[in-house]
Each structure stands twice: as C-alpha cells, then as structure tokens.
Antibody, heavy 119, light 107 residues
Framework: EVQLVESGGGLVQPGGSLRLSCAAS????????MSWVRQAPGKGLEWVAN????????YYVDSVKGRFTISRDNAKNSLYLQMNSLRAEDTAVYYC????????????WGQGTLVTVSS | DIQMTQSPSSVSASVGDRVTITCRAS??????LAWYQQKPGKAPKLLIY???SLQSGVPSRFSGSGSGTDFTLTISSLQPEDFATYYC?????????FGPGTKVDIK
C-alpha cells in the first residue's frame, strides 16, 4: 500500500524557516518524480514544486522561487521542502504527492501538514 | 502560465441529480487534464485522468470529457458521499495549475 506521511509543520514567525519531510512507502520511491502541493485555509489547491527521480531537475511555482528548495533522499525514501523567508501568505496545509509516471496526475497524496506563519 | 477556470463555483443539488462542472484552460492542453474530489479536512482524491479516463476504484457515475481548452466533469446521479469540492488540474506544462474549485452541496 502506497503511503505518504508528511511531518515538520508548525507555527513560525515571518522571515523564519521550516523544513517539511515526507516519508514514502509501498512503492519504489526512486522511480518517481515527487511533488509538493499546498492549500491555504479555506482556499484552493496550489502546486508548489516538483523534483525528478534523481534530483537533477526541479520546478517551482514563481511565488516560492528563491525561498523554497525541494530535495529528496532516495536511500531514506524521503522528500523534503526547505522553506526560508516565510511569509504570512505561505500559511497552508502542505501535501506531499506522487505524480504518476505515464501522465503526471497526482495519484497518491499524504494527509498534509499545516504551516502557520504568524507573529 | 496556463490559467484554469471552473464554473459554477458552487452548485446545490439533490441526491439523484445530474451535475455537470465545466473547466476551461487559457490555452490548449490536449487531454492533459485531471479531476480531483476533496472532502473537508481530507487530501484530494484523483477521479479522472487524461480528461476522460476513470481512475481505478472510482464509481462509474463519474465521467469526464473534453480536449484542448474545454472540459467537463459529470456526476450522473449524485450520491450522499459525492458532496465535496471538485478541482480540475492541468499537467501539460509547468507550472501545474488547478482550477479554483466547485463546491457541490446539498440542496
């Protein structure tokens, strides 16, 4: 059974940093691109970042470029999101998700971890 | 960037009703479109991929159609468990983008 379990969320002050983790199991993690998607309270879904299987390609939504870094450790079956210079508008539930290889649809999602940026 | 719009933003319907949700892309995306269902406090769930293919395990009352810029999600006979918010998403090019969502609630 595919499982994605996020952790690392919490309350952080504006300008602060946080590192999210996603532990993957039930599939060959190193064979898949991986994604982060976020959802601000009461709002819609926003794709944040993608990383290729070997980490050689990364893509970001414009609003986080230069502040967030997606990374992975295939030996640990883990995905990460380093978030720096956090702003109030980064407050959201952050989901780890797996894009399916053949068509890039997000077929498995974690339960999400809440990041609150507030003083 | 490709912008995704959805209509209506919300719809009130009764059990057994047929519900149709429309999604439009700001430029052609061929069939690189997915539909997701999200219930409060839960992660989204994949319903439809490649615009019209039903994800395994999803009831056949859900169907999708369209290509290019205009797409639809249809629920043929609404069931109590279908009350949720529905999102379309394009994976044609980065940045991937979602529609703003359509909330289906009880009439």
């Amino acid at each position: 059974e595919v499982q994605l379990v996020e952790s690392g969320g919490g309350l952080v002050q504006p300008g602060g940093s946080l590192r999210l983790s996603c532990a993957a199991s039930g599939f060959t993690f190193s064979s898949y691109w991986m994604s982060w998607v976020r959802q601000a309270p009461g709002k819609g879904l926003e794709w944040v970042a993608n990383i290729k299987q070997d980490g050689s390609e990364k893509y970001y939504v414009d609003s986080v470029k230069g502040r967030f870094t997606i990374s992975r450790d295939n030996a640990k079956n883990s995905l990460y999101l380093q978030m720096n210079s956090l702003r109030a508008e980064d407050t959201a539930v952050y989901y780890c998700a797996r894009p399916r290889e053949v068509d890039d649809v997000l077929d498995y999602w974690g339960q999400g971890t809440l990041v609150t940026v507030s003083s | 960037d490709i912008q995704m719009t959805q209509s209506p933003s919300s719809v009130s319907a009764s059990v057994g009703d047929r519900v149709t949700i429309t999604c439009r892309a700001s430029q052609g995306i061929s069939s690189w479109l997915a539909w997701y269902q999200q219930k409060p406090g839960k992660a989204p769930k994949l319903l439809i991929y490649a615009a019209s293919s039903l994800q395994s395990g999803v009831p056949s009352r859900f169907s999708g159609s369209g290509s290019g810029t205009d797409f639809t999600l249809t629920i043929s006979s609404l069931q109590p468990e279908d009350f949720a918010t529905y999102y379309c998403q394009q994976a044609n090019s980065f940045p991937w983008t979602f529609g703003p969502g359509t909330k289906v609630d009880i009439k």
